[in-house]
Structures are given as structure tokens and as C-alpha cells.
């Protein structure tokens, strides 16, 4: 072979090489803290990181502690498997998770990038999950990033601390800390997820000053919650929230002074005979657990401590103190059922005007005329409405409410009322909700239908899940979920008449109609 075979041969072998270190290269990124080195592109054009540390494991002295930095590490750091969960029982039958277990030391989230290299500047979509504060992760599959990340947008899902791990307030917690507040550690750990982005986004192409944030059920709470709070208010950009916030009459003792929260823990250390923090913190995980299995019984409150919340959430927004933002905010047409209200009873009116008078008394007269119930179908339509609404579809039409009138920003509202279809076992006498139900948008909103084998979708529920999912899209892009091919959403108003988005087979806006409802509702 002469010399010029030697040298092209040469020169093919190092295209190959360095063409083979760039593709590696591209699933490697460098941190604050070290190298990750993640799952490479996916046919969708999107790379994966999954279970990269955002805050030290709080177990040991660090539990019942606000999350504390990362330690630095050497080499490159696996990301190519999901965290452990953090501790919960098993509450919520849909709740599908690809954690690496379930452990103490759960800090952990996940990037989805679409992104090429670090200087592209995508929108950041920061989702939390829902499930009461009880349980949850963020490796669901229906919180799955990849589908929204190959929309442009780099996803973030996270885990934060739950039950009395998370929420737990004590008088030597108190004590102990710089900031002389406890509890709300959940909370602090979604605060931290945040800022950890706003460090490290960049190196994923994505914008540390375009974060969105979002979340359903408690976790639509939490952006309610972080939206209120000093710690992450002026760190986003726009916020959704999916039934739910901290602005709630019916939930509202959830959210307790320090002192009363204190005195929750106090109860809960006295029942396991620990007389000090040292001794609660020599329990071990399975002894907390065990003391928790009904984690209904010890539900612990947010705390008003002067840390994350310096007042009462409802003040902060009432005053315009909360994050001025662009906020994207609804919920479903069937958050509960109307047995929440008539409970084991027939749905005929004489039992409905019953079960309305034994609910509010001397305000019954006027609940039945918000909430009409003349014919059975009609008493199904309004306890369930009425049950919906002080669940949680209350508290979000006020978040919506008063974002409108202080916020600074637009508020598009949604409702959504797209049923899920028949589940593939069903039987054939059974009877599928009329309405969506309590989570049922999930799925949707991330374009994650295919993920779930339970239920039969049809061409109708894509239509759906294109049509919510490019909503969500385009407000995490611009602040505003109106483009191409969609149907005009306009935001709401402080005057009437008052416009919604109804998202179904054929969504659509329409004029408000009840607010005579929630205005009655906001006078308890």
C-alpha cells in the first residue's frame, strides 16, 4: 500500500473515531456537581438523564432538614435509570412507577432534552406529581417527559419528600433550624429542584429564565404553594396547574400556623414514646412507616412557618405578592362522584335536598339553587358538580380567580371533560364515569396515552391528547397556549362575560356560567 493509501486510511479511521466520541459525547453533560452520562437520542430526537441528584440524601442528621447541597463527584455519573422513590405506602391503584425502589434518599430527578448542545435555550417545563402528599413519583409513566420534549422543550421531573417525612413540624425542628421554622420539607424540596435548574438547565439547551412550572393535584398545590413562596417565586416564568391549589376553604387546615403544626408532631412523637428529636431520629425508616400505614390517619399539615411561607398563601395572593406570571389552570368535569354527597342513598331530590340541608344547614336553601335538583338526572349533574367542587375544583376556579386580578399576567382557565374510555377488562354491564375523573388528564396533557394498557383509546382520545398536549406546549414556549390549528383560547377577564377553554372531542371556548356558585362558595 503507498503512502496516500496509508494517510486516507489513517483519515477515515479518525472521522470514525471522533464521529464515534461525539455520539458519546452527546449523552454525557457536565453539572454543577460532576458528569452524567445519560441514554442516548431516542427515534423522537430526545435524550434522557434520569436520577441525577439535586440535594444530599436526607436521612441520618439531615432528616426533618431543608435539602442540602449536592456533593461534588469524580468521573461520570450513571443516568441512565430512575431514582428510588421516596417513602409512601401503597395508597393509589394507578400509580405505575419505574423507580429504583423506594428509600429515605430519594432526591432525585430527571431531564428529557430534545436539544443538540447547550446553546440552544429551550423553554424548561418543571412538572411535579400528584398524590395527596402521601405518594407519587416522578418516574410514572404518565408524567413521562419524552413526548413533550420532542416539542422543543426540555422536561424535569423530580421526587420530593412525602407524609411525615416531608411535612412533619416539631417545636425542636423549630429550634434547630437558622430559619426558626419545620415541616413543609416537600415543599423546600421542590424549591431546590427549581434552583437546581436554574444552575443547570443551560448545559441540558435549555433556558434558566424560561421555566414553566406545573403540576396535578397536590402537585398543582405545590405550584400554587411555590408561586406564594420567597424561595422560587421570581425563578419561573409561567406556571400550570391541573386541579388544585392551596387556596382552598375545604383543605384549608392543611395548612396550619407553626405552632398547631408543631403541636401535630408533637402528637406523633408522643404516640411512638419519643420524648426528643434525637430519639425520632434514631427511628428507623420501617419504624416511621409502620407508625404511618394509615397514612390518613397522620396527615400532616404545610406549615405557615416564615420560612417558605412568610404568611398565609391567601393573603400573599389577595395582595399581589405571589409570582407575576402567566398562569394556565383548570379542572375536570367529574373530580369526584355523587355519592361523596349522597353517599349510599338514591339520587332522588327529596334525598339530595336531605344530604344538602345536613351539609350546610342554614345555607341549603341557597346550595339548591346553585346546585339545582328537581329530577334524578338533574341531582346527579349537581352533587356531582357540588362534590367536585369542594374537593378541589373550588380551590383552582379561585387560584384562576384571583391570578386574574392580581397576578399581572393572563390566566387561561381550561375544563376538561373528556371521559376515559371503557378499560380493556371491563365487564360488560359495567358503567364507565360520564364525566374526568380526578387525574384523568394526565395522560393527555403529556401525550402518554400509549403508555397506559388499561384503558381501550380510540382515535377520539388522540384528538384530545394532540390538541391539550400543543395547549401545553405552546404556553410553556411563550406564555400563551393560543396557535396554529387550534381553537381560539381566550384568557379570562376581571369583568364579564368570563371565557373558558371546555377541552373534549371538539374543544371550544365558552362563556362562565357559574360563577354565581363560586362566589357563594368564597363567602365561607
Not at 435555550?121 to 410514572?140: H, M, Q, R, T
Not at 335536598?353 to 334524578?376: H, M, N, Q, S, W
Amino acid at each position: 500500500m503507498n503512502r496516500s493509501g496509508k494517510i486516507n486510511i489513517f483519515k477515515t479511521a479518525l472521522f470514525i473515531l471522533i464521529l464515534i466520541t461525539q455520539v458519546f459525547a452527546t449523552n454525557q453533560v457536565k453539572t454543577a456537581n460532576g458528569v452524567v452520562e445519560g441514554t442516548g437520542k431516542q427515534k423522537s430526537g430526545v435524550r434522557m438523564f434520569k436520577g441525577i441528584p439535586f440535594a444530599a440524601p436526607p436521612v441520618g442528621d439531615l432528616r426533618w432538614k431543608p435539602p442540602q447541597p449536592v456533593k461534588t463527584w469524580a468521573g461520570i455519573r450513571d443516568a441512565t435509570k430512575f431514582g428510588p422513590r421516596c417513602m409512601q405506602q401503597s395508597v393509589f391503584s394507578d400509580m405505575v412507577f419505574r423507580s429504583n425502589g423506594m428509600s429515605e434518599d430519594c432526591l432525585y430527578l430527571n431531564v428529557w432534552t430534545p436539544a443538540n448542545n447547550n446553546k440552544e435555550k429551550l423553554p424548561v417545563l418543571v412538572y411535579f406529581y400528584g398524590g395527596g402528599f402521601i405518594a407519587g413519583d416522578g418516574s410514572e409513566f404518565r408524567y413521562d417527559g419524552e413526548s413533550m420534549a420532542s416539542k422543543g422543550i426540555v422536561v424535569v421531573t423530580m421526587s420530593y419528600r412525602l407524609g411525615v417525612f416531608g411535612f412533619m413540624a416539631h417545636s425542636e425542628l423549630t429550634k434547630e433550624s437558622p430559619f426558626h421554622a419545620s415541616g413543609n420539607y416537600g415543599l423546600l424540596d421542590q424549591a431546590a429542584a427549581i434552583r437546581w435548574v436554574v444552575q443547570n438547565i443551560a448545559a441540558f439547551g435549555g433556558d434558566p429564565k424560561k421555566i414553566t412550572i406545573g403540576g396535578e393535584s397536590a402537585g398543582s398545590f405545590s405550584v400554587s404553594a411555590q408561586m406564594a413562596s420567597p424561595l422560587s417565586k421570581k425563578l419561573i416564568r409561567g406556571a400550570i396547574g391541573e386541579s388544585g391549589s392551596v387556596l382552598s376553604f375545604n383543605l384549608a387546615p392543611r395548612i396550619f400556623p407553626l405552632s398547631q403544626a408543631e403541636q401535630k408532631g408533637k402528637e406523633f412523637a408522643d404516640s411512638l414514646k419519643a420524648d426528643s428529636l434525637q430519639k425520632l431520629r434514631s427511628l428507623t425508616t420501617e419504624q416511621l412507616m409502620e407508625a404511618t400505614k394509615n397514612p390518613y390517619k397522620w396527615q400532616f399539615p404545610m406549615t405557615i412557618d416564615g420560612y417558605f411561607f412568610t404568611e398565609s398563601p391567601a393573603k400573599t395572593y389577595a395582595e399581589g405578592r405571589q409570582a407575576q406570571v402567566p398562569l394556565l389552570v383548570g379542572w375536570n368535569s367529574e373530580e369526584s362522584g355523587w355519592r361523596s354527597v349522597l353517599g349510599n342513598a338514591e339520587p332522588t331530590p327529596d334525598n339530595y335536598a336531605k344530604a344538602v340541608k345536613i351539609r350546610f344547614g342554614e345555607k341549603a336553601d341557597e346550595i339548591l339553587k346553585l346546585y339545582p335538583g328537581t329530577t334524578r338526572e338533574q341531582v346527579i349533574e349537581s352533587a356531582t358538580d357540588l362534590a367536585g367542587d369542594q374537593f378541589i375544583s373550588f380551590s383552582t376556579w379561585k387560584w384562576a380567580d384571583i391570578q386574574s386580578q392580581t397576578g399581572g399576567k393572563p390566566v387561561f382557565r381550561y375544563y376538561y371533560a373528556q371521559p376515559r374510555p371503557r378499560m380493556k377488562d371491563a365487564k360488560p354491564d359495567s358503567i364507565p364515569p360520564k364525566g374526568a375523573v380526578h387525574s384523568a388528564e394526565i395522560e393527555y396533557a403529556f401525550g402518554n396515552l400509549g403508555s397506559n394498557q388499561v384503558y381501550e383509546w380510540t382515535a377520539d382520545d388522540y384528538k384530545v391528547s394532540n390538541v391539550m398536549q400543543n395547549f401545553f406546549a405552546n404556553f410553556i414556549k411563550t406564555g400563551d397556549p393560543n396557535g396554529k390549528g387550534l381553537p381560539e383560547w381566550k384568557s379570562l377577564t376581571t369583568t364579564e362575560p368570563i371565557y373558558f377553554m371546555r377541552i373534549e372531542v371538539n374543544s371550544r371556548s365558552e362563556e362562565e356560567k357559574n360563577r354565581a356558585r363560586y362566589l357563594f362558595l368564597d363567602k365561607f
